[in-house]
């Protein structure tokens, strides 16, 4: 059973128009090379996101890497995320807002699941410092922090989230890690439900490597998009405009590898479609690339769960199944706060 029913997406679109009519005349540009490998051969999956914006979505054919075709610039996204835009759309597609107590509670969870993925890996010492990449209103930075001992920074592109970790005591910066300038070296870099954010893939794994010491460590956890599109819905239900990349459990090793980092544990307990990696410096080793076989077996699977998608609309969409849809989301939601 998929999360989004067919007859439930218009709706959701619908209530998204009003932001995404605005920002229709945004600048935006074409991506016709996988930002990893270089390749440009590429399966399209998707021509329009989960809130309606007309964007492809691709999968590159040698390194199965998931990426946005037509998207904004770089400039127009530092606005979107800058302004609230990104939230209220979430918001609006979502039907509801998160009040600041539940993001509390949540972020609370998470920090103590990251700990428990990392425990006996992180070295407590002296001076050892933590950057948040995208670490928001810095509670999960924090609560890391001050498990392990370490002095944390966060950057983040919200003014109002950074300004937040401020009154929190932390050290933070308003910026994206892609053109963000600095000489400090880190013990521990998080990259925590944030790496479909950014604009440059590469060149930003390539920038937290210079930022780590050469002991160092850096945890990055993925939304796994075969597993979100198992639950959510096909790639026109899944995709996103704010998603400029997507990896997968089985693409992702070697995608970080050849940027210089290898896999020191993966974490699969911070919820549903989220898949963890904790990795350190390693001599890069690539081009990735994906076996053939895997990458025409990966985007069968996708048409299939898109011919499935498809065919629940022949099924009723009534209270009953609105009913189940709302207690999966609760059971969800109580699995993350439960930290399983």
Known sequence: MFLIHPSDLPRRRGRCRPVVKSLLGAEREIVSTCNICGSRQSVILARRDRYGFPVRTALCRNCGLIYLVDRFTSANYADFYRSGVYRSLTSLYNGSRSTAEQLEEVSATYANQLIAAMEGYVQRSNGARLLDVGGGTGAV????????????????????????????????????????????????????????????????????????????????????????????????????????????????????????????????????????????????????????????????????????WYDSASRPYGAVDWLRRKAYRVKRTILLLAGK
């Not at 898949?275 to 076989?293: M, Y």
């Open 141 to 308: 930075a924090q609560g890391i922090a001050e498990h392990f001992g370490l002095a944390a920074s966060v950057l983040d592109p919200a003014a109002a989230d950074v300004a937040a970790a401020r009154r929190l005591g932390l050290e933070a910066f308003e910026g994206s890690l892609e053109d963000w300038d600095s000489e400090a070296k880190f013990d521990l870099v998080l990259l925590c439900k944030t790496i479909e954010h950014l604009f440059d893939l590469k060149r930003a794994l390539l920038k937290i490597r210079e930022l780590l010491k050469p002991d160092g460590l850096f945890y990055c956890d993925i939304v796994d998009f075969t597993e979100a599109c198992r639950h959510e819905g096909p790639p026109e239900v899944t995709a996103k405009i704010d998603h400029c990349y997507w990896l997968c459990q089985e693409t992702a090793p070697a995608i970080f590898r050849s940027t210089g980092f290898e896999v020191v544990s993966i974490n699969t307990i911070s919820g549903p479609n989220y898949v963890g990696f904790l990795l350190r410096p390693c001599e890069p080793i690539g081009p990735p690339a994906a076996p053939g076989p895997w990458i025409d077996g990966h985007v069968r699977r996708l048409r299939e769960m898109e011919a499935e």
